[in-house]
């Protein structure tokens, strides 16, 4: 599809959406022979997350003059349904899995805050996966730790059984945020109550983490796959065009961001989140699309940019959709929202699935 039927598209959709047509689920016709940077594809922000009980908000609400605005307990209530019912009934094709490191296992096994709350406790044998060694999926350990996936194993092992049962699915786009600090990181007197320091990423755990990648993915699309023999991915892009949408079907990218990233190796399984210009960069991450606009419109033939249409609950409280309108102008390829289903403690808020990537 060249650069005038790739404006129709997003033509088309703003108009729906400007109509407000927000109960049709209707996904975008994408022809396979599309090259893959061409589709839009609705993701899902911290996959994995189930909100803290009510017990949890309420004791942590009572710091919330402390905690400055940007960082208000209200932002943390959200969940999100399992993996494999995203990918089938919502039509999600991203997905986002915050990871810890914790080689030696049971560093986040204790749950901190509830020492702290009446009447709370947590049946601890649900979390004896947290006592093993491995890579943990927490959102904030201690304090947002309910998930519906305590390892990233066991994320990739229910996100692979649907893929391969799925042969002619859109391809997945997976973030990887690797977490570099917790609560312990952030003051000493919260280290003695219990509140454990994070564990860098380094070179060796990242290419452990690669492994198990490899393991778990059947269906993984690596960085050496994506390259067709040229030396870098934006070469393979200038060389031969990007992948079409019928080759990348039934496939799972990955894309590894956040802190220590820079150690994961270029030619390794997954893709990483990087630069414009990095040779070996093809995705590109703006959680703002107000603050990328430019950027974002010159970019995004050369590389797959994902963005937020809302963020920390602030939108759909106040029923905006400012940023889904910006990201659809902008042309962004992966759209992450908390809100692919309405919320009713919240509000009528829900990013209508017309104008993305279906099965």
Not at 172 to 186: C, P, T, W
């Amino acid at each position: 599809m060249g650069s005038g039927s790739m404006a129709a598209c997003f033509y088309k959709s703003l108009t729906l959406f400007g109509l407000f047509v927000f109960s049709a689920v209707t996904a975008q016709e994408f022809p396979d022979s599309i090259p893959m940077n061409e589709i839009r594809v609705l993701a899902s922000h911290n996959s994995y997350k189930i909100q803290p009980t009510p017990r949890t908000m309420k004791f942590i609400n009572r710091f919330k003059s402390l905690l400055g605005e940007e960082n208000q307990p209200f932002q943390l209530f959200y969940s999100h349904v399992p993996i494999s019912e995203q990918l089938s009934t919502y039509h999600i094709r991203g997905l986002e899995l915050d990871v810890y490191n914790d080689p030696k296992g049971g560093r986040y096994f204790k749950h901190r805050l509830n020492f702290f709350i009446p009447k709370q406790r947590v049946r601890e044998e649900k979390y004896t996966k947290l006592k093993e060694p491995g890579f943990k999926i927490i959102h904030i350990p201690d304090i947002d730790y309910q998930t519906n996936y305590l390892t990233l194993a066991d994320a990739l092992e229910e996100l692979n059984t649907w893929s391969l049962s799925n042969p002619t699915h859109a391809p997945i786009f997976v973030n990887i945020e690797l977490k570099g600090s917790a609560l312990g990181d952030e003051a000493g007197i919260l280290r003695l109550f219990g509140y454990k320091k994070a564990i860098p990423f380094d070179r060796i755990s990242l290419m452990q983490m690669d492994s198990l990648l490899k393991e778990k993915l059947s269906t993984l699309y690596t960085t050496t796959e994506f390259r067709a023999n040229e030396k870098t991915l934006q070469s393979r892009i200038k060389n031969q065009g990007w992948p079409t949408l019928g080759a990348v079907r039934g496939r799972i990218f990955v894309i590894i961001q956040g802190s220590g990233a820079q150690h994961y190796p270029s030619n390794a399984g997954a893709f990483v989140y990087g630069n414009p210009e990095n040779p070996n960069c093809i995705f590109l991450l703006y959680d703002d699309p107000f603050q990328c606009e430019e950027l974002t419109k010159q970019m995004r033939m050369t590389h797959i940019i994902r963005t937020r249409t809302d963020a920390g609950t602030i939108e759909a409280r106040a029923n905006d959709y400012s940023r889904l309108k910006k990201s659809l102008e902008i042309g962004a390829q992966i759209l992450s929202t908390d809100y692919y289903k309405k919320d009713p403690n919240i509000g009528p808020f829900v990013i209508p699935f017309e104008g993305f990537l279906g099965n």
